[in-house]
Each structure stands twice: as structure tokens, then as C-alpha cells.
């Protein structure tokens, strides 16, 4: 069974950083690709990053390409999302997961999501 938690959000001013982590359980964290995904007030679940189990490769959604990078830490069984030059947009509550297979920006390619971390950025 795995079990994700996510952590790090907060309140921000537009233009500033945070960096989100993703805690994982289980014996098997380098084999699975993750990914970072966001719901705002109203809107559906969206993709934000997603990154291969060994970290070789990373894709990203329009909107935050240049502003965030997506990592992993496989010794310490964490993901992490940094966000920088931060936007009211980015205002959402942050989910990560664990991919299973099919395309990267689909939520349904993904299980064993997280509880989420909110991030609000103010004007």
C-alpha cells in the first residue's frame, strides 16, 4: 500500500517561491513515475508536472513552464514541486501522485493521491 502527503504550502505575495514536498510510504518509490497536479476554487483538476521514477525526464503544463521545477529525492522517498515568480493563477490547493500508466496529463493515469497542500498568492 502506498501513501502520499503532501506539504509546504502557505501564503504568498505574487512573485515569490515556495517549494512543496510529496512524503511517500512503500519499498518501491524509484520505480513509478509522479506527478503534481492542482484544483482552484470552482475549476476541474489540472495537470501542473510530472517526472520518470528516476528523474531523467520532466514535463510541465504552459503555465508554469520557466517558473516550476518538478524533482525527486528516491533516497529520501520525496517529490518535490518548486514554485517561483508565483501568480494569483497558481492559487489552488496542490495534489501529487503516483502514475500507473497511460498519458502524463491525465488525472485518471494516476493513484494513491494525496490529501493536498493549499497555496494561495495575494495581489
Known amino acids: 500500500q502506498v501513501q502520499l502527503v503532501e506539504s509546504g504550502g502557505g501564503l504568498v505575495q505574487a512573485g515569490g517561491s515556495l517549494r512543496l514536498s510529496c512524503a511517500a510510504s512503500g519499498r518501491t518509490f524509484s520505480s513509478y513515475a509522479m506527478g503534481w497536479f492542482r484544483q482552484a476554487p470552482g475549476k476541474e483538476r489540472e495537470f501542473v508536472a510530472a517526472?520518470?521514477?528516476?528523474?531523467?525526464?520532466?514535463y510541465y503544463t504552459d503555465s508554469v513552464k520557466g517558473r516550476f521545477t518538478i524533482s525527486r529525492d528516491n533516497a529520501k522517498n520525496t517529490l518535490y514541486l518548486q514554485m517561483s515568480s508565483l501568480k494569483p493563477e497558481d492559487t489552488a490547493v496542490y495534489y501529487c501522485a503516483r502514475h500507473w500508466g497511460g498519458q502524463y496529463y491525465s488525472p485518471t493515469s494516476y493513484t494513491n493521491w494525496g490529501q493536498g497542500t493549499r497555496v494561495t498568492v495575494s495581489s
Open positions: 517526472i520518470t521514477g528516476n528523474g531523467g525526464n520532466t
